[in-house]
């Protein structure tokens, strides 16, 4: 049949396959994720307040309303609320700052100590005043020791009240190149001798010479040791005039070491005896370097010598020294 050659046209369905939640997508887990993180804050938030004091809440909105006024905020946990306001502390209701207790307490024995410091330096200067007019009195009012007032200096030092008895060329206070007192030097020395006495301070003797050498050199008997000697003489010459022997605190020979006139070394006035009356800071600072030195270690360790006999040369006889 005719009709049976015609192809048959194939009818072809399409099917649509439609998505349920296509058009959300994973929005939604966010939104969620956030929300939960949010209400996992809220509810922390809500702990923390719980469990806050008064105090540590008011610190808090004192931060935030003028941050500049707070200095620091540390804590380590609920009621520790250390250094909160400047100056530290823990009462957080304060607005200008705190300091710990201790604290005050260690700065008031600070200015306390210095006060009393200064007070003590004070009197002990004016102490030191007086005693340097007395001394000055008891030198003019005496008729052996007014000629020779041009040859004692008296001046305050860092030190304290610093006594200089100066050589002249015409009046020399030691035998020549010895340490044999002449009587005008005794004289003086035992005249305030007894005025010293009268003060509590501790005194400190010094020996200066000259820069003319010895024949035999430094290896043999020097400046060093002839300056030492006079020192140790004016001590004894001292404790005969009424001073007593503990209120010598150091005796030391300084040689050409200290010059009275540096642009004339050989002058005779480089040759003298300086007496300090210490004040307390001087004998502070004597005895915490004599602590230092007797505390090193090697002190414990070392092995006990016998001591160096005594090999000095005898002291040549030097005229002019």
């Known amino acids: 049949m005719a009709g049976d050659s015609k192809k048959v046209q194939p009818i072809i369905i399409k099917r649509i396959k439609k998505g349920g939640h296509a058009a959300h997508g994973g929005a939604w887990k966010i939104a969620y994720a956030d929300f939960v993180t949010a209400m996992m804050a809220f509810f922390l938030l809500m702990w923390l307040l719980g469990s806050t004091t008064e105090g540590d809440k008011k610190g808090i909105a004192d931060y935030f309303n003028s941050p500049l006024k707070i ?23 304060e607005t200008v700052g705190q300091v710990k207790k201790g604290s005050a307490d260690e700065a008031e024995e600070k200015r306390r100590r ?27 009012n005496d008729d052996r020791l007014a ?15 610093r006594i200089q008895i100066i050589d002249d060329q015409n009046r020399a206070m030691f035998e020549s190149g010895a340490s044999d007192v ?15 006495d009268e003060v509590p301070n501790r005194l400190t003797i ?13 290896r043999g008997y020097s400046n060093w040791e002839l300056s030492a000697d006079r020192a140790n003489a004016s001590r004894r010459e001292l404790i005969a005039g009424g001073l007593k022997g503990t209120k010598v605190l150091r005796v030391q020979g300084l040689a050409a070491s200290m010059l009275y006139e540096k642009d004339n070394p050989e002058s005779p006035l480089n040759r003298r005896i300086s007496i300090i009356v210490m004040n307390r800071e001087a004998e502070d600072r004597f005895f915490n370097v004599a602590r230092a030195e007797s505390l090193t270690p090697e002190d414990d360790e070392a092995p006990s010598e016998p001591p160096t006999p005594d090999i000095r040369p005898s002291r040549p006889d030097l005229s002019g020294r």
């Open 71 to 93: 200095a620091f905020f540390g804590g380590s946990g609920a009621g520790d609320a250390t250094s909160l306001v400047k100056g530290g502390g823990t009462n957080l209701s």
């Open 182 to 196: 002449n009587s005008y030097m005794r004289d003086i020395l035992r005249a305030i001798g007894g005025v010293l």
């Open 114 to 140: 210095k006060a009393v410091r200064m007070e003590q330096a004070r009197a002990e200067a004016a102490r030191l005043r007086v005693l340097k007019q007395k001394v000055e009195e008891v030198i003019a």
């Open 147 to 161: 000629k020779y007032k041009t040859q004692i200096q008296l001046d305050m030092t860092a030190e304290g009240l």
């Open 206 to 218: 010094e020996g200066h010479t000259d820069a003319k050498p010895f024949s035999g050199g430094e």
